[in-house]
């Protein structure tokens, strides 16, 4: 075995050069590397150009270019030899998730999503020459588009996507040709064409590997069950008789024998821990005890919960990884470890940082999470955690029903209703039976995004709660940091956005999507 380092972050992407000679890797640390495939050399240095994610690489036919796709809504060609950038890049409205060259070389195929763009869970064909893209999109996938493929003839493109669904589509009429491939029950993650064309190979979060016809879009045979945890690549030997995948194994010895405690409160602790693969990890435990008193129906509800937050899966949310009985008398909760911490405490230590492009995150996760139905009903810095590439996720969900299980006190970035007061939405402080809805979450992201902005609580100059809750029964907001937000173009279209975040009627208050489109349109541009 042959083991290739260099990247400073995970890697996204791998591929072999057609003569099998080198591999092209893409990865989080924003390059891309190649490599002698016999041996652990690099070849050269890591080409550099783009300033976010590389997600996707691919070698042309010929194996003289490489195309790279990128969080940073670009694809850009390098030519092998140089290992120089080919002219300008190709750019986008949205990350580029893969891409594909046609067998000619004169095509990219992208694959697409993340976005707040109208057509951000598209297909699109790029002319390599020109730079620009030969049609319109080809639409159709609901969610995002994570693998493309162009048949060995180059007449058909193939994509699988996070929607459950792989479409086969006409290249020159931008139509699926047959109707969409169903039978994954999770979103797809890779998708490989057999080398005569026949046949296509897809890999998917729900554990399997499915063999499909292409002209038919039939399942072949039984899926092919072993993994335990995601696929995320599959491909076909070369003459076609087998298919190789590689998958996610996050597994861990649930004692975790040398787990630290972080942090701790009245009902349970946060610990640090570590998978078997390395991977550190967050383990937040609360004791079985504290669970005696409730039903069973309760306690699966609260199952029902805990399954809906694994399956949640966006770069600003923070994914529950699985669920451990911890040293036997823990129930823990495992996700990843934050090298950074919450958001209150990163801005501390990152003063300089882009504010605004933090808050876009935030909006971000909130959005996908209402997407899902899904309140947070705790939002504010300290329920952010911010990843050691500085992308700021959405943590603790005030899950209503795991409220109710346990009333948990872990720390400051816990669900504890302790000094969420300042973020909570009039309807919520004055109501008799509050209930928190995708409006009050709102309200508390607009509070949210004043705290990132000034690194202020808010109502910081209050000390106690009672003080703050009669500001809220007259109506009193937040007074204007004219330090942070000056009197011109962007501050004032800034402080209009969040005093619409906090309108005292909750139907009246914007969408995340409306806030993300004039965050990233308007404020950030201005």
């Not at 998730?97 to 000619?104: E, N, P, Q, T, W």
């Not at 020109?130 to 193939?158: E, Q």
């Not at 290249?171 to 296509?200: C, F, K, W, Y």
């Amino acid at each position: 075995m042959i083991v290739h380092e260099g990247h400073t972050d995970r890697v996204n992407s791998v591929v072999f050069s057609p003569d099998g000679k080198s591999v092209v890797s893409g990865s989080n640390d924003d390059t891309i590397r190649t490599w002698d495939a016999h041996s652990s050399s690099p070849i050269g240095d890591p080409l550099r150009g783009h300033d976010h994610w590389v997600r996707s690489v691919s070698y042309s036919p010929l194996g003289d270019t490489i195309a790279s796709g990128s969080w940073d809504w670009t694809i850009r060609l390098w030519d092998v030899n140089t290992r120089r950038q080919l002219g300008q890049p190709i750019r986008g409205n949205h990350p580029f998730l893969s891409v594909a060259f046609s067998s000619d070389a004169k095509l990219i195929a992208s694959g697409c999503g993340w976005s707040y763009n109208p057509d951000r869970f598209a297909v699109q064909l790029w002319d390599v020459e020109s730079r620009a893209a030969t049609s319109g999109p080809f639409k159709g996938h609901t969610n995002n588009v994570k693998s493309v493929r162009f048949s060995p003839d180059g007449s058909r493109l193939v994509s699988g996507s996070e929607d459950s669904t792989i479409r086969v589509w006409d290249i020159e009429r931008g139509i699926t040709v047959i109707e969409p491939l169903s039978g994954h029950t999770q979103g797809v993650r890779s998708i490989a064409l057999s080398p005569d064309g026949s046949q296509i190979v897809s890999g998917s979060d729900d554990h399997t590997i499915r063999l499909w016809d292409t002209r038919s879009g039939e399942i072949v045979g039984s899926p092919f069950e072993g993994h335990t945890n995601r696929v995320y690549s599959v491909d076909f030997s070369p003459r076609g008789t087998y298919v190789v995948s590689g998958g996610l194994n996050d597994t861990m010895d649930t004692g975790q024998g040398t787990a630290m405690i972080v942090s701790g409160g009245g009902f349970g602790d946060i610990w640090k821990g570590q998978l078997h693969s390395g991977g550190k990890v967050a383990i937040k435990a609360w004791r079985t005890n504290t669970m005696e008193p409730c039903s069973y129906q309760t306690v699966k509800r609260a199952a029902r919960e805990l399954f809906l937050w694994s399956r949640m899966e966006h770069p600003n949310i923070h994914r529950l990884q699985g669920i451990i009985m911890f040293r036997e008398q823990y129930l823990g909760m495992v996700s990843e470890w934050m090298e950074n911490g919450n958001l209150h405490e990163y801005l501390r230590k990152q003063p300089g940082t882009d504010r605004y492009h933090l808050c876009i995150h935030v909006v971000s996760g909130l959005e996908y999470m209402h997407s899902r139905n899904t309140v947070h009903g705790d939002l504010k810095a300290a329920n952010v955690l911010v990843s050691s590439d500085g992308i700021a996720r959405l943590s603790d969900f005030d899950f209503s029903i795991m409220s109710e299980v346990s009333n948990v006190v872990f720390s400051e970035s816990s669900n504890s209703r302790t000094g969420s007061l300042r973020w909570a939405a009039p309807e919520l402080l004055l109501a008799e039976v509050p209930k928190r809805t995708t409006q009050s979450d709102i309200y508390a992201l607009g509070m949210a995004m004043l705290e990132t902005l000034t690194g202020e609580v808010p109502y910081s100059e209050c000390r106690q709660d009672y003080t703050i809750i009669k500001k809220v029964e007259k109506g009193t907001l937040q007074n204007r940091p004219l330090d942070i937000l000056k009197d011109d173009n962007k501050g004032n279209m800034m402080w209009r956005l969040l005093q619409h975040c906090w309108r005292r009627n909750a139907s009246k208050r914007p969408s995340p999507g409306r806030i993300l489109d004039a965050l990233a349109n308007h404020i950030c541009k201005a």
